[in-house]
């Protein structure tokens, strides 16, 4: 596709259920990021893939976030047994490369847990 | 530790004026990025900008353009003769080392621009 897509663009759970946001970057893109952005403030990294590989996952709130790359295309980012404090926009970016080009946004899931 | 700081909650221009949007960042390392983002309502980040730690000029693109201070650790935005789509959330990030990805945001800064 011409940009990164997300899935589902909003997503309710009840406390206690997991949850699974899906990322389609752009075609060819090297590099992967996921992010979560709380209500008024900035984007926090959460974790990012090269390829398939998982080379840094420090911004992972806790052990129920999980995500995963296995085509080194597509990613999923889950989380367990879902919390109030992870209501947030989810957004995952990708990039060419990891240096000298700037990362390419997709429009975000809003999570609501309820 | 790396900060970015942006301390305009909130700005309002006049159409057709240019406004500036401060950023300051806070870092040890020699080789970093800054970058600003625009997400409109809608939600996606839009790239707007990008200046590298080692580069001399600012960097300008079309009516962005970032006034990038190294000693005084600022990299403020500024966007010449505004228009009603320029109302939205503006981010200053920054990247370190080499991995323009992985990017620490600021607060962000509201800006209005009035007709």
């Known amino acids: 596709g011409a940009g990164v897509s997300q899935s589902p663009r909003y997503k309710v759970a009840k406390r206690g259920q997991d949850v699974a946001l899906r990322c389609d970057p752009i075609?060819?893109?090297?590099?992967l990021f996921w992010y979560q952005q709380a209500l008024g403030q900035g984007p926090e990294f959460l974790t990012y893939?090269?390829?398939?590989?998982?080379?840094?996952k420090s911004g992972l709130p806790s052990d129920r976030f999980f995500a995963e790359r296995p085509e080194g295309s597509v990613s999923t980012l889950k989380i367990q047994r879902t919390q109030q404090e992870d209501s947030a926009v989810y957004l995952c970016?990708?990039?060419?490369?990891?240096?000298?080009?700037?990362?390419?946004f997709g429009q975000g899931t809003r999570l609501t847990v309820v | 530790a790396q900060k970015i700081t942006q301390t305009q909650p909130g700005m309002f221009v006049q159409e057709k004026e240019a406004v500036t949007l401060d950023c300051t960042y806070d870092?040890?390392?020699?080789?970093?990025?800054l970058f600003w983002y625009k997400q409109p309502s809608s939600g996606e980040m839009i790239f707007l900008i990008y200046?590298?730690?080692?580069?001399?000029q600012n960097a300008t693109e079309g009516r962005y353009s970032l006034n990038f201070q190294k000693a005084r650790k600022s990299a403020n935005l500024v966007i010449s003769a505004s228009q009603l789509g320029d109302s939205a959330m503006y981010f200053c990030?920054?990247?370190?080392?080499?991995?323009?990805?992985?990017?620490?945001f600021g607060q962000g800064t509201t800006l209005q621009v009035k007709p």
């Open positions: 075609s060819g893109h090297v590099s």
């Open positions: 200046q590298g730690s080692y580069d001399e």
């Open positions: 893939f090269q390829n398939e590989a998982q080379l840094d």
């Open positions: 870092t040890s390392d020699q080789s970093y990025g």
């Open positions: 970016a990708s990039s060419l490369v990891l240096s000298n080009t700037e990362a390419f």
């Open positions: 990030a920054m990247s370190l080392g080499g991995n323009t990805g992985k990017l620490i």
